[in-house]
């Protein structure tokens, strides 16, 4: 059974660097059929799709972060990271990593496995 | 960015009744693969989104068939036959047809 699981603080003060990673257990982050993405959702809002990376590296990010979203992989460790700079509190959220099936190049769609989320709060 | 729209935003439904979201985009969602691609997903209190209905009609694996999803083009429409207990929370229709991709706000299903 796939599981994955986010890790970083959960506490990020005004103007800071956000760094999440997610750990994927029971497959593996090299399939050629899945992408691997991250997905907020702030307090009592709804879902917002942050990006998406291959394990290839290619990424793609939603254009209202973009200036300030980093994802990349490390498939030695079966890992992926979400950094997020010069956070606002606006950014305080339920972050989660997330598992998207690959349609083809480029086309990254449906998420099947979700993790548990993580809290994160901006603040000083 | 493709704008997702649901409605109602909050359902209120007493068990055993029949329950229907809706869901409309403003651009298409048929790829051109022939398939629609939009999805279904339930956040039931407390706990991440999990994957109901994915290419606009087709359950994900465990769904129990009382949930249906229909629809092509720019308007969707989740059905619940006989609505129970365990299926209160928040139901999303998100798009994948393009990035970014894209939620509609919700809807709350609640038990009268």
């Known amino acids: 059974q796939l599981q994955l699981q986010e890790s970083g603080p959960g506490l990020v003060k005004p103007s800071e660097t956000l760094s999440l990673t997610c750990t994927v257990s029971?497959?593996?982050?090299?399939?050629?059929?899945?992408?691997w993405g991250w997905i907020r959702q702030p307090p009592g809002k709804g879902l917002e799709w942050i990006g998406t990376?291959?394990?290839?590296?290619?990424?793609y990010y939603n254009p209202s972060l973009k200036s300030r979203v980093t994802i990349s992989v490390d498939t030695s460790k079966n890992q992926f990271s979400l950094k997020l700079t010069s956070v606002t509190a606006a950014d305080s959220a339920v972050y989660y990593c997330?598992?998207?099936?690959?349609?083809?190049?480029?086309?990254?769609?449906?998420?099947?496995?979700w993790g548990q989320g993580t809290l994160v709060t901006v603040s000083s | 960015d493709i704008v997702m729209a649901q409605s109602p935003l909050s359902l209120p439904v007493t068990p055993g009744e029949p329950a229907s979201i809706s869901c409309r985009s403003s651009?298409?969602?048929?790829?051109?693969?022939?398939?629609?691609?939009l999805d279904w997903y339930l956040q039931k209190p407390g706990q991440s989104p999990q994957l109901l209905i994915y290419?606009?009609?087709n359950r994900a694996s465990g769904v129990p068939d009382r949930f249906s999803g229909s629809g092509s083009g720019t308007d969707f429409t989740l059905k619940i036959s006989r609505v129970e207990a365990e299926d209160v929370g928040l139901y999303y229709c998100?798009?994948?047809?393009?990035?970014?991709?894209?939620f509609g706000q919700g809807t709350r299903l609640e038990i009268k």
């Open positions: 997330a598992r998207q099936y690959s349609s083809g190049p480029g086309q990254p769609t449906m998420i099947d496995y």
């Open positions: 029971g497959g593996s982050i090299s399939s050629t059929s899945y992408y």
């Open positions: 990376i291959y394990y290839s590296g290619s990424t």
């Open positions: 651009q298409s969602l048929l790829h051109s693969n022939g398939y629609n691609c």
């Open positions: 290419m606009g009609s």
């Open positions: 998100m798009q994948a047809v393009q990035t970014p991709i894209t």
